[in-house]
Protein backbone atom coordinates (compact mmCIF):
# COMPACT_ATOMS: atom_id res chain seq x y z
CA UNK A 1 0.00 0.00 0.00
CA UNK A 2 1.32 3.08 -1.08
CA UNK A 3 1.82 5.91 1.41
CA UNK A 4 2.41 9.76 0.92
CA UNK A 5 2.99 11.71 4.46
CA UNK A 6 3.20 15.70 4.81
CA UNK A 7 5.33 17.32 7.18
CA UNK A 8 6.76 20.57 7.72
CA UNK A 9 3.30 23.05 8.24
CA UNK A 10 2.85 25.84 10.74
CA UNK A 11 1.70 29.07 12.08
CA UNK A 12 4.00 32.20 10.52
CA UNK A 13 4.40 35.59 10.17
CA UNK A 14 4.56 37.48 6.93
CA UNK A 15 7.56 37.48 5.18
CA UNK A 16 8.43 34.39 7.01
CA UNK A 17 9.48 30.82 5.61
CA UNK A 18 8.85 27.19 5.85
CA UNK A 19 9.71 24.03 4.47
CA UNK A 20 7.53 21.67 3.73
CA UNK A 21 8.62 17.94 3.66
CA UNK A 22 7.02 14.69 1.60
CA UNK A 23 7.44 11.08 1.82
CA UNK A 24 6.19 8.04 -0.42
CA UNK A 25 6.84 4.69 1.18
CA UNK A 26 5.33 1.50 0.00
CA UNK A 27 6.38 2.03 -3.32
CA UNK A 28 5.14 -0.53 -5.88
CA UNK A 29 5.98 1.58 -9.45
CA UNK A 30 8.96 4.12 -10.26
CA UNK A 31 7.84 7.52 -9.10
CA UNK A 32 6.88 9.96 -12.46
CA UNK A 33 6.62 13.25 -10.69
CA UNK A 34 5.99 14.43 -6.83
CA UNK A 35 3.87 17.79 -6.60
CA UNK A 36 2.37 20.53 -3.92
CA UNK A 37 -0.80 21.05 -4.36
CA UNK A 38 -2.93 23.96 -2.21
CA UNK A 39 -6.81 24.29 -0.55
CA UNK A 40 -7.96 27.50 0.82
CA UNK A 41 -11.46 27.84 1.97
CA UNK A 42 -13.54 28.95 -0.46
CA UNK A 43 -11.17 28.23 -3.21
CA UNK A 44 -10.33 25.34 -5.63
CA UNK A 45 -7.36 23.23 -5.13
CA UNK A 46 -4.31 24.36 -7.34
CA UNK A 47 -0.93 23.10 -8.23
CA UNK A 48 1.73 24.63 -6.50
CA UNK A 49 4.65 23.32 -7.79
CA UNK A 50 5.68 20.24 -9.35
CA UNK A 51 9.10 18.20 -10.31
CA UNK A 52 9.16 14.89 -12.38
CA UNK A 53 11.92 12.16 -12.48
CA UNK A 54 13.58 14.12 -15.02
CA UNK A 55 13.73 17.11 -12.56
CA UNK A 56 11.24 19.62 -14.51
CA UNK A 57 9.83 22.02 -12.73
CA UNK A 58 6.41 23.69 -13.01
CA UNK A 59 5.25 26.74 -10.46
CA UNK A 60 2.42 28.48 -9.72
CA UNK A 61 2.25 32.30 -11.24
CA UNK A 62 1.77 32.77 -7.81
CA UNK A 63 4.43 31.27 -6.36
CA UNK A 64 7.25 31.50 -8.97
CA UNK A 65 10.57 33.16 -7.16
CA UNK A 66 9.30 32.62 -3.88
CA UNK A 67 9.06 29.29 -3.64
CA UNK A 68 11.12 26.43 -4.63
CA UNK A 69 10.60 22.28 -5.28
CA UNK A 70 13.43 19.89 -4.90
CA UNK A 71 13.52 16.12 -5.15
CA UNK A 72 15.44 13.15 -3.24
CA UNK A 73 14.98 10.27 -5.25
CA UNK A 74 16.98 7.76 -3.13
CA UNK A 75 14.50 8.53 -0.62
CA UNK A 76 11.29 8.99 -2.48
CA UNK A 77 10.91 12.65 -0.67
CA UNK A 78 9.93 15.78 -2.20
CA UNK A 79 10.53 19.39 -0.20
CA UNK A 80 8.78 22.52 -1.06
CA UNK A 81 11.08 25.91 0.56
CA UNK A 82 8.18 28.58 0.90
CA UNK A 83 9.92 32.23 1.04
CA UNK A 84 8.22 34.96 1.09
CA UNK A 85 5.33 33.58 2.72
CA UNK A 86 2.19 35.46 2.60
CA UNK A 87 -1.65 35.65 3.72
CA UNK A 88 -3.02 34.44 0.65
CA UNK A 89 -0.70 31.64 0.83
CA UNK A 90 -2.41 30.23 3.27
CA UNK A 91 -3.71 26.92 3.28
CA UNK A 92 -3.68 23.02 3.29
CA UNK A 93 -0.94 22.06 1.21
CA UNK A 94 -1.22 18.31 -0.30
CA UNK A 95 1.48 16.20 -1.66
CA UNK A 96 0.50 14.26 -4.58
CA UNK A 97 2.67 11.21 -6.27
CA UNK A 98 2.37 9.92 -9.82
CA UNK A 99 4.47 6.68 -10.98
CA UNK A 100 5.18 5.25 -13.83
CA UNK A 101 2.51 2.53 -15.37
CA UNK A 102 -0.48 3.69 -13.05
CA UNK A 103 -2.72 6.43 -13.77
CA UNK A 104 -3.90 6.74 -10.30
CA UNK A 105 -2.80 9.70 -8.22
CA UNK A 106 -1.63 9.16 -4.54
CA UNK A 107 -2.54 12.12 -1.95
CA UNK A 108 -0.78 12.76 1.61
CA UNK A 109 -3.17 13.46 4.06
CA UNK A 110 -2.30 17.39 3.84
CA UNK A 111 -0.42 20.08 6.26
CA UNK A 112 -1.71 22.76 7.35
CA UNK A 113 0.18 26.03 6.56
CA UNK A 114 -1.47 29.85 8.44
CA UNK A 115 0.87 32.93 7.35
CA UNK A 116 -0.68 35.55 9.88
CA UNK A 117 0.17 38.48 11.91
Known amino acids: QVQVVESGGGLVQPGDSLRLSCAASGIIFRIYAMGWYRQAPGKQRELVARITSGSETNYADSVKGRFIISRDNAKNTVHLQMNSLRSEDTAVYYC???????????WGQGTQVTVSS
Open 96 to 106: NVKFWGNARDY
